[in-house]
């Protein structure tokens, strides 16, 4: 898998450095490598990877070595394993990163929230709870010889990217665009935070509350953002306190059942949406 990825990398490093016959050299040796990935270890029958722990599925899943048709079933099947083990993560620091990641961009977030939000042996609410700890141990189960270990940091990529919301557009360069898209698990009511991009602080902050959401965006200078609001159709939108078609600086994009999605430029902007409770 790594050695998929590091092809690919250099093979895109190559065409935008316009070394195009060693990007074509690195691309063949990519697919290839994906090629011999999926005839070792993918398992057509029964859509699964390698053994089938959570490391094997979350790999080929974060990295594509997997048939794209077999990708809702290979996802399917991590979550089912992950529901059998009562959300305990079992793939080891390595991996633990790729599946956090791949379970978030497909759009699995709730899942994320419950291997993080649990207080019990192996996770964060277990160094919490049960050492107090303040800095990440290198173990899962007991303070280890290091108490300063950023190699279990991943969630932070996940609280930034998915639970903020802040990412970066896929053609952007130096966050000139930004993406803001915030996941809202059920149990959280709120989350804050910033990113520093090098043209300034990003800074992003929802609230959630039954049959309301408010979220808080500011946007650096010189800098341009969608902002995907998880909203349903029938919400009543105001952007600074005025009505969404009317608000200036924002122009909505689409609307679906499940959000709706907005362009801004640099500034701060107040959401607000609020919809008929289900009963």
């Known amino acids: 898998a790594m050695l998929f990825d590091n092809a690919r990398i250099v093979s895109n490093v190559a065409a935008m450095t316009g070394k195009g016959d060693e990007a074509e050299t690195f691309a063949a040796l990519s697919r290839q490598v994906r090629e011999d990935f999926i005839t070792a270890y993918y398992d057509p029958e029964h859509k699964t990877v390698a053994t089938g722990s959570q490391a094997a599925l979350a790999i080929a899943l974060y990295f594509g070595l997997i048939p794209e048709e077999a990708e809702e079933t290979v996802l399917a099947n991590l979550v089912g394993v992950l529901e059998s083990d009562a959300y305990r993560p079992s793939t080891g620091e390595v991996c633990?990163?790729?599946?956090?990641?791949?379970?978030?961009?497909?759009?699995?977030?709730?899942?994320?929230?419950?291997?993080?939000?649990?207080?019990?042996?192996?996770?964060?609410?277990?160094?919490?709870?049960?050492?107090?700890?303040?800095?990440?141990?290198?173990?899962?189960?007991?303070?280890?010889?290091?108490?300063?270990?950023?190699?279990?940091?991943?969630?932070?990529?996940?609280?930034?990217?998915y639970l903020l919301g802040i990412r970066q557009a896929e053609d952007s360069i130096g966050f000139e665009k930004l993406v803001i898209a915030p996941e809202v698990p059920d149990g959280l009511q709120e989350a804050k935070g910033h990113f520093d991009s090098p043209r300034g602080p990003i800074h992003v902050a929802w609230e959630?509350?039954?049959?309301?959401?408010?979220?808080?965006?500011?946007?650096?200078?010189?800098?341009?953002?969608?902002?995907?609001?998880?909203?349903?159709?029938?919400?009543?939108?105001?952007?600074?306190?005025?009505?969404?078609?009317?608000?200036?600086?924002?122009?909505?994009?689409?609307?679906?059942?499940?959000?709706c999605r907005l362009t801004i430029g640099s500034g701060t902007y107040r959401f607000r949406a609020t919809w008929e409770e289900q009963r």
């Open 208 to 259: 959630k509350e039954k049959a309301t959401f408010l979220l808080s965006v500011t946007i650096p200078g010189n800098t341009s953002a969608i902002v995907v609001l998880p909203v349903p159709a029938d919400a009543t939108l105001t952007g600074s306190g005025t009505p969404l078609a009317e608000a200036a600086g924002i122009d909505v994009l689409e609307r679906n059942e499940a959000e």
């Open 96 to 161: 633990f990163r790729y599946m956090i990641m791949a379970l978030a961009r497909a759009g699995r977030s709730d899942i994320v929230y419950r291997i993080i939000n649990r207080t019990d042996c192996p996770g964060y609410g277990w160094m919490l709870r049960e050492f107090g700890l303040q800095t990440l141990s290198e173990r899962w189960d007991k303070p280890g010889s290091s108490l300063n270990h950023c190699m279990f940091g991943h969630a932070q990529e996940w609280f930034q990217a």
